[in-house]
């Protein structure tokens, strides 16, 4: 047994390159609208079939003192941009889809609203500011606060269904 394994002289060479695929878009994607929004988003968005959720921050002629209130989600429509609805909250997390609920984690707890028309079906303070994005998982809307650590709540009603703390300390990131 020769353990040393030699290659004929003409297979000595160097490999011939590789041809690489030309690169491709990751989405078929093409742009059909631009909207211009008078306040810069806080977070990114969400998207169902038919809406974008966006959170915003104070309006740009509000900039330099910002009022209260100022704050707000919109949706706007997927199809064309154009405002369906807003409703004042303030939130620096990207909202989540769940359940026919878009809730918000917002600056003075969570917020379940109506994708369709922004009305708000449940709100639930909470003890401490959120630390991490809410995200669903199956029935529910799961978020990370200072306080309380893991909360899990029900889309549909927002009442508590376990909760777990996780040695958070301090009050925000």
């Given amino acids: 047994w020769n353990s040393e394994l030699t290659l004929p002289t003409n297979q000595q060479t160097a490999p011939a390159a590789v041809e690489k695929p030309p690169l491709r878009p990751f989405l078929p994607a ?64 990207p909202p989540a889809l769940g359940h026919g609920r878009l809730l918000v984690a917002a600056s003075d707890g969570l917020h379940a609203l109506d994708p369709s028309t922004g009305e708000p079906l449940w709100h639930v303070a909470l003890s401490g500011p959120v630390l991490a994005a809410p995200e669903v998982a199956g029935e529910l809307f799961v978020v990370l606060t200072a306080a309380e650590g893991l909360v899990a ?20 990131v």
């Fill in 153 to 172: 709540r029900r889309a549909r009603d927002g009442t508590g269904v376990w909760q777990a703390g996780l040695g958070v300390v301090g009050g925000g």
């Fill in 30 to 93: 093409e742009q059909v609208w631009l909207v211009t929004l008078d306040a810069p988003p806080r977070a990114g968005g969400a998207m169902d079939a038919d809406l974008v959720f966006i959170p915003l921050g104070p309006r740009r002629d509000d900039a330099s003192a910002p009022a209260a209130g100022t704050e707000r989600i919109v949706a706007l429509e997927r199809e064309t941009g154009e405002l369906r609805w807003m409703q004042a909250l303030s939130s620096v997390w």
